[in-house]
Nanobody, 124 residues
Framework: QVQLVESGGGLVQAGGSLRLSCAAS????????MGWFRQAPGKEREFVAA????????YYADSVKGRFTIARDNAKNTVSLQMNSLKPEDTAVYHC?????????????????WGQGTQVTVSS
């Protein structure tokens, strides 16, 4: 498994932007599909975005499409989530996830490795 550490969360006003980063350990990062999920209080963890091992394919939840962008840098073992036009309903703990091999997953149960998460709070 790969070790994941998220950063970049914080408090922002509605309409603002944040950029989350996830640093991964290990020398096989480029073999992992990566994803971002979020979990608000009292709610289940939900899919936000995913990117294939090569970065050639990206996937988004309908709720963030057009506002969020996932990207990866395999040379630096990092994946990022650029979040623009933030809304109060985007408030949650955001988790980075990794899955070795296979097609790019988009379900919680399909990812093997998880980070501890970073809090994003959007005020109205």
């Amino acid at each position: 498994q790969v070790q994941l550490v998220e950063s970049g969360g914080g408090l922002v006003q509605a309409g603002g932007s944040l950029r989350l980063s996830c640093a991964a350990s290990g020398r096989t990062f480029s073999s992992y599909a990566m994803g971002w999920f979020r979990q608000a209080p009292g709610k289940e963890r939900e899919f936000v975005a995913a990117i294939s091992w090569s970065g050639g394919s990206t996937y988004y939840a309908d709720s963030v499409k057009g506002r969020f962008t996932i990207a990866r840098d395999n040379a630096k073992n990092t994946v990022s989530l650029q979040m623009n036009s933030l809304k109060p309903e985007d408030t949650a703990v955001y988790h980075c996830a990794a899955q070795l091999g296979g097609p790019t997953p988009r379900r919680v149960r399909e990812f093997d490795s998880w980070g501890q998460g970073t809090q994003v709070t959007v005020s109205s």
